[in-house]
């Protein structure tokens, strides 16, 4: 189990999961997604999957499969994010659609196997998500 965790497959796992479990859940909903579901359901775990991968490179082509799982998922995230709770907003927007870009950044990275370029995807993920969070996030200084 350790090793697994070392690896960084119990987050892309945990993602795989909480996609499945969403989609589940809010499928039969009327009501879109808040921001803090699909925060909760989608964008952590598959954030948290690519920046395990980007701390330890996957070794296997089963890990990368795991890593591009992530990146799709968080790319589908930041489109979800655009319909959620911030009609008319361009600043949110703008916000939700470098997510995006950022995430086809690391699914390119995962494709390649490139470990460069997964961290520096990584580092870029996380990035836009902190400028985000300084903007949008109750209780979150710049």
């Known amino acids: 189990m350790r090793q697994i965790l070392k690896r960084g497959i119990f987050p892309v796992l945990a993602c795989a999961a909480a996609a499945l479990l969403v989609t589940a859940t809010f499928a039969a909903q009327e009501e879109p997604m808040t921001v803090k579901q699909i925060m909760i359901s989608l964008t952590i775990p598959s954030s948290d999957a690519i920046f395990s991968a980007a701390y330890e490179t996957p070794a296997s082509d089963e890990q990368w499969a795991a ?76």
């Open 67 to 142: 890593v591009r799982r992530g990146a799709a998922t968080l790319g589908e995230s930041g489109k979800l994010l655009l319909t959620a709770d911030h009609p008319g907003d361009e600043g949110w927007a703008m916000m939700a659609r470098a997510l995006v870009d950022r995430s086809e950044a690391a699914l390119e990275a995962a494709d390649a196997k490139d470990g460069e370029a997964l961290m520096l995807a990584g580092d870029d993920v996380y990035l836009t998500c902190e400028n985000c969070h300084a903007q949008y996030m109750e209780g979150s200084s710049p």
